[in-house]
């Protein structure tokens, strides 16, 4: 509780207030206003001729008859068959968080419970990883996976945004390996388990938090990456992401907009849930990092 | 843990790790000193009742046959590293040279793509870490001090603008700013220039870009301070309360020092995240006014003529400048570990 000493003038109560009501509506108004705009038709979402259109939308109700309309919905999931790009996000998503999680937390728990050298440097490399841009690495697969003819296909990609996120989650998961007593799994092999089944009966059990945590990351990493996905995906095998760039080139021309301001839509809805569950997760996974280091 | 378990837990990653991140890093260099090979070229006399004429013509054979044997191309050392499209060696001096101002200089080094990119890559960088870390702070002492009810709404909608990916939320802003958009209007109307486009105007367009760094980087910034302030010495507080110090000379000789090494964090990733800025660029469509290394890569890449050495090249350069900002965070990173007695 706060003491009268600690309690604010009211002037300053209000500046603050007035500030964060500033930065709560930047960072929420665009969200709300493609989402209110996806329903119209492109006139009433961009408003030129008057901005009470966006708000009332009387394009839409001339054309449509109600001033809302999922004409840009059923244009993008049906005729530009945008649910196969969702389909196709998911996918990745499932497979890489699945793939990194598994090889990482071995790869993590090894790390915290090795007290050699080499696992500084092991650490080291990776953050040296993690801070290289995807896009720098993509014309070192090109002429491999040419050659292999293993080029824009789900599972290369996939591969390759496993291994992308790797660095990531091996930090992740080493430091929260590091808050597990290791006494835990040392009392089980002193009572005869080997390093695995102590891993696998002593630490998996008590694992979930931090691999929950870990897992929001590296799904949002396959679900937001651009670079990877539209360099090694073909036009047929896109995700949602490089499939809304690809509408940029194209929409201006032929008037469907409103086709990728749906899409745009159907692609940031399920971060908001994503948000709306796990938000302490991301922030302690996001400050996990800074405290500490 | 002996060092064969170890080898048999970390075998995965470890392999997963060397084989797309270690070995592409190597292939990009090797690439990026090979050039592909010139078409093979042929003369050929032809002779006929009005006498010879000798043709030159693409031995079409050949050419794909030394193409095959040698996929790499060609051996160029440094060339691609100093042409036109990268350092400009040449085009630099004979510019230097020629200019009789510093501003005609500038003015040609700004039509070189390296010199561009970096230009605005650079400016991108030092304008918007620390305009995010002051943003930030502020959200984080607003929000700290908001009753605990309405806390973990305003960091839910906080966090949006840097969950969302960064190719849409860029798509969306450059919606609201473009000159039919909601706030591209209203800035044409408040300036009173109906003809004021955001895409004609490169100082315009780099503002936006830079309003959108910020934006989308703010809040990483806003939860690392908000979980620092969480930590903060109460005693200390009090203490300095008790002497008389205003809520300014609070935050300015209690708060600030205590999130210090938060803040540092916060600028040496932002520095290099935003050194690697590229999807505000493709979603701005900003390539006429502003470019960076990773969006020539991009450019590059894609189309219908993989310029593959090319590429190599900018992403050699872009991995030496993400080199470079990185060694703060490597040398605390090293430091830090000595710190803890390993």
Redesign the interface.
């Known amino acids: 509780m706060a003491s009268r000493?600690?309690q604010?003038p009211a002037t300053?109560r209000l500046g603050?207030?007035a500030?964060?009501v500033v930065?709560?509506l930047?960072?929420?108004f665009?969200?709300f206003?493609?989402f209110w705009g996806s329903f119209k038709v492109e006139l009433d979402f961009?408003?030129?001729a008057d901005?009470t259109n966006?708000l009332f939308g009387p394009a839409t109700e001339n054309t449509y008859g109600r001033p809302f309309t999922g004409a840009g919905y059923a244009g993008a999931w049906i005729q530009e068959e945008f649910w196969r790009n969702v389909l196709n996000t998911f996918i990745v998503c499932f497979f890489v968080v699945l793939t990194s999680l598994?090889?990482?937390t071995?790869?993590g728990?090894?790390?915290s419970?090795?007290?050699?050298?080499y696992v500084?440097w092991?650490?080291?490399?990776?953050?040296?990883?993690r801070?290289?841009?995807p896009?720098?690495?993509?014309?070192?697969?090109?002429?491999?996976f040419f050659?292999w003819n293993v080029w824009g296909i789900l599972p290369t990609a996939i591969?390759?945004l496993?291994?992308?996120n790797?660095?990531f989650?091996?930090w992740m998961l080493h430091s929260f390996f590091q808050n597990i007593p290791k006494e835990l799994d040392e009392s089980a092999k002193v009572d005869g388990c080997t390093?695995?089944q102590a891993?696998r009966y002593v630490i998996i059990p008590v694992m979930w938090p931090g691999v929950i945590t870990t897992g929001l990351f590296s799904f949002?990493l396959a679900?937001?990456d651009?670079?990877v996905t539209?360099?090694l995906l073909s036009e047929s095998n896109r995700t949602m992401?490089p499939e809304?760039?690809a509408y940029?080139g194209t929409t201006y021309t032929e008037g469907n907009v409103m086709f990728?301001?749906a899409a745009?839509v159907s692609?940031?809805a399920p971060?908001?849930v994503?948000?709306?569950f796990f938000?302490r997760q991301?922030?302690s996974g996001?400050?996990a990092?800074?405290?500490k280091? | 843990m002996k060092h064969k378990t170890f080898f048999w837990f970390f075998l995965p990653t470890g392999l997963a790790m060397f084989l797309f991140i270690a070995l592409p890093i190597v292939s990009v260099v090797i690439q990026s000193v090979y050039a592909p090979h010139e078409a093979v070229i042929v003369e050929v006399e032809n002779c006929g009742p009005f006498g010879c004429t000798t043709e030159t013509t693409i031995d079409q054979e050949a050419t794909r046959a030394i193409r095959e044997a040698e996929p790499l191309g060609r051996f160029v050392g440094a060339e691609i590293y100093l042409d036109r499209g990268h350092l400009a060696v040449a085009e630099v001096a004979e510019a230097w040279a020629a200019s009789a101002t510093t501003g005609e200089f500038i003015s040609v080094l700004m039509n070189l793509p390296f010199y561009r990119a970096m230009a605005f890559t650079l400016t991108y960088v030092f304008v918007c870490t620390p305009s995010l870390i002051i943003l930030g702070l502020m959200i984080a002492l607003a929000v700290n001090s908001l009753h605990r009810h309405l806390k973990g709404l305003a960091i839910f909608f906080s966090l949006l603008p840097m969950i969302v990916t960064p190719l849409v939320g860029a798509l969306v802003l450059f919606w609201m700013i473009d000159s039919r958009g909601i706030l591209g209007n209203l800035i044409s109307y408040l300036a009173n220039d109906p003809s004021l486009s955001l895409k004609a105007s490169t100082p315009l367009m780099w503002i936006s870009l830079i309003i959108y760094g910020v934006w989308s980087s703010a809040p990483f910034a806003f939860v690392v301070f908000y979980a620092g302030l969480q930590t903060l010495p109460q005693d200390q507080i009090e203490a300095a309360q008790i002497d008389g110090a205003t809520r300014w000379e609070q935050v300015k000789y209690i708060v600030v020092p205590h999130l210090m090494p938060l803040i540092t964090f916060v600028a040496l990733i932002q520095l290099m995240d935003n050194f690697k800025v590229f999807e505000p660029i493709v979603s701005f469509q900003a390539q006429a006014h502003a470019t960076s290394l990773s969006w020539i890569i991009f450019n590059d890449l894609g189309g219908e003529t993989r310029q593959l050495s090319a590429a190599a090249t900018t992403s050699v350069m872009t991995i030496i400048g993400v080199a470079i900002l990185l060694s703060p965070v490597l040398y605390r990173t090293w430091t830090d570990f000595k710190g803890r007695g390993h």
């Open positions: 000493a600690q604010m300053l603050i207030n500030f964060l930065w709560l930047m960072a929420i665009p969200f206003w493609i961009f408003a030129i901005w966006a598994t090889i990482g071995l790869g728990y090894a790390l419970r090795s007290g050699f050298k500084f092991l650490l080291i490399i990776a953050l040296i990883f801070a290289m841009p896009i720098t690495l993509v014309a070192g697969y090109m002429l491999p050659e591969i390759v496993v291994a992308i790797q660095p989650t091996l390093q695995f891993f949002l679900y937001n651009f670079a539209t360099m992401v809304i760039a940029l990728a301001v745009v692609a940031t971060l908001f994503l948000v709306m938000q991301i922030v996001l400050t990092g800074a405290v280091g």
